[in-house]
């Protein structure tokens, strides 16, 4: 297996190239991430010189906003549609969903090829040194017309198409590869963390504040080189699309960020509040698939809309809406302290806890968080080496170097997939770089 020793010199002529491509959950912002290896076999080193972000044109995720919604309102309906076709709902000038998609996949494959020449610029590393272009995106998912058959993914960048736009070898489909082996999909990042955070003489927890709260338990490498087979995660609750679509409605759609936590503080922590939804998540069962919130296949459970959509249509209870957003900070912090507590017979003490996701920027959660926590203190990715913004394009990268090693990134135990196999899908680019592909494989 690889290992991340970023500090430890090592010339340019002796690495293998990757670059991560990694598009956020709302297609907000593009993080880009160069890696580069010593070579394909175990113990390879791992360098990082430069990772970057950018925020994606209001065109990109307004077009994503719309498909994704054209899709609900299509996989809402008694018959799933067939692909392609414009939702009863829409208005009848609007583009079909493939459409859509076509125009977001030609929009990224331009800003895509932008970001990796500004990341090469910053480096001493030519696109033709390049092994391979590692992206992964947030895609859609369409409800299959037969009931039994599993949602199809479709993915927001097209592989295939920026391969011949530029001549690189691109390896995506990451998610979708898990899911057609009956896996969830999620943690497709799991064995790149261990990567690249597993090489301490402590084991680490990663709680990630991002859309949902979730957590990642990463062993360390140092004391067993397996320590992979032990990797723990778990995804307890939303977490920023609850707390944005709490603070939308609070500003009466003026705003969907609450910065810094300064309206989640104006509020109260409403106990009743707080086991409606205890209850709520209880009675839906965490992992029970969603009858209708398509647009991805997480539980009903991990969907902001299942929470105030339960709350709406309680008629007996309505709260102030500042107190609404600050017990769902409370909800949050709780959750995850609990089900990180309910594991606990799973970890190996020591073990460092390192805080990421824009949500910890909230500052009412960061202290709940902190004070559930005591008296562990939080560690932040810079500490390791990795910027906060980019260290999922780090990851992305790190998959595409073990597809093309021939490294199973799938983890059965966490994914639910059947086998273990390679996470990815990979397009060709021109002779001479897939030449270099398959020399990786032999260094």
């Known amino acids: 297996m690889f290992f991340f020793k970023n500090k430890t010199p090592i010339s340019s002529p002796s690495l293998h190239w990757f670059v991560g491509v990694h598009i956020s959950s709302k297609a907000r912002k593009l993080e880009t991430a160069l890696v580069g290896l010593e070579g394909s076999r175990p113990g390879a080193g791992v360098v990082l010189p430069k990772s970057m972000s950018?925020?994606?044109?209001?065109?990109?995720?307004?077009?994503?906003?719309?498909?994704?919604?054209?899709?609900?309102?299509?996989?809402?309906?008694?018959?799933?549609?067939?692909?392609?076709?414009?939702?009863?709902?829409?208005?009848?000038?609007?583009?079909?969903?493939?459409?859509?998609?076509?125009?977001?996949?030609?929009?990224?494959?331009?800003?895509?090829?932008?970001?990796?020449?500004?990341?090469?610029?910053?480096?001493?590393?030519?696109?033709?040194?390049?092994?391979?272009?590692?992206?992964?995106?947030?895609?859609?998912?369409?409800?299959?017309?037969?009931?039994?058959?599993?949602?199809?993914r479709y993915g927001l960048a097209d592989g295939a198409l920026f391969a011949e736009k530029t001549g690189l070898n691109v390896v995506d489909a990451f998610v979708g590869k898990d899911w057609s082996t009956e896996g969830r999909g999620v943690p497709a990042f799991a064995l790149p963390y261990w990567t690249l955070l597993g090489g301490s003489e402590r084991d680490r927890l990663l709680i990630d504040l991002g859309e949902t709260a979730r957590w990642t338990y990463i062993p360390s490498a140092t004391t067993d080189k397996k320590s992979w087979s032990r990797v723990a995660f778990q995804e307890v609750v939303p977490c920023g699309s609850l707390l944005n679509a709490l603070t939308e409605a609070t500003t009466k759609g003026r705003s969907q960020l609450d910065v810094g936590g300064r309206l989640s503080v104006q509020g109260s922590r409403n106990?009743?509040?707080?086991?409606?939804?205890?209850?709520?998540?209880?009675?839906?069962?965490?992992?029970?698939?969603?009858?209708?919130?398509?647009?991805?296949?997480?539980?009903?459970?991990?969907?902001?809309?299942?929470?105030?959509?339960?709350?709406q249509k309680d008629e007996s209870r309505r709260f102030n809406a500042l107190d609404a957003l600050c017990t769902a900070v409370h909800f949050i912090a709780e959750s995850v302290a609990e089900s990180v507590e309910a594991n606990a017979a799973r970890f190996n003490e020591p073990f460092d806890v390192v805080l990421t996701g824009a949500?910890?920027?909230?500052?009412?959660?960061?202290?709940?968080?902190?004070?559930?926590?005591?008296?562990?203190?939080?560690?932040?990715?810079?500490?390791?080496?990795?910027?906060?913004?980019?260290?999922?394009?780090?990851?992305?990268?790190?998959?595409?170097?073990?597809?093309?090693?021939?490294?199973?990134?799938?983890?059965?135990?966490?994914?639910?997939?059947?086998?273990?196999?390679?996470?990815?899908?990979?397009?060709?680019?021109?002779?001479?770089?897939?030449?270099?592909?398959?020399?990786?494989?032999?260094?």
């Open 54 to 152: 950018f925020d994606l044109p209001e065109e990109i995720f307004t077009a994503f906003d719309e498909l994704r919604a054209q899709l609900d309102a299509e996989n809402d309906a008694p018959t799933a549609g067939s692909s392609g076709r414009v939702s009863e709902s829409a208005p009848a000038d609007a583009p079909s969903d493939l459409t859509q998609l076509f125009q977001i996949r030609v929009m990224l494959a331009t800003l895509q090829t932008e970001a990796i020449e500004a990341l090469l610029a910053e480096t001493d590393v030519r696109q033709d040194e390049l092994v391979a272009v590692a992206i992964n995106d947030p895609g859609v998912w369409t409800r299959a017309a037969d009931w039994d058959a599993p949602p199809t």
């Open 271 to 311: 106990a009743e509040l707080l086991d409606f939804w205890r209850e709520a998540r209880r009675a839906r069962g965490k992992d029970a698939l969603p009858p209708r919130y398509f647009s991805s296949p997480l539980s009903s459970t991990l969907d902001a809309p299942f929470y105030l959509e339960a709350l």
């Open 359 to 443: 949500a910890k920027q909230n500052g009412l959660l960061f202290n709940r968080l902190s004070a559930l926590f005591t008296p562990r203190q939080f560690h932040s990715l810079d500490e390791y080496g990795f910027l906060e913004d980019s260290f999922d394009a780090v990851a992305v990268a790190m998959l595409g170097a073990l597809f093309a090693a021939g490294v199973p990134a799938s983890l059965p135990q966490l994914t639910g997939a059947a086998r273990e196999s390679l996470l990815g899908r990979v397009s060709p680019g021109t002779p001479e770089n897939w030449k270099r592909f398959w020399q990786f494989r032999l260094v």
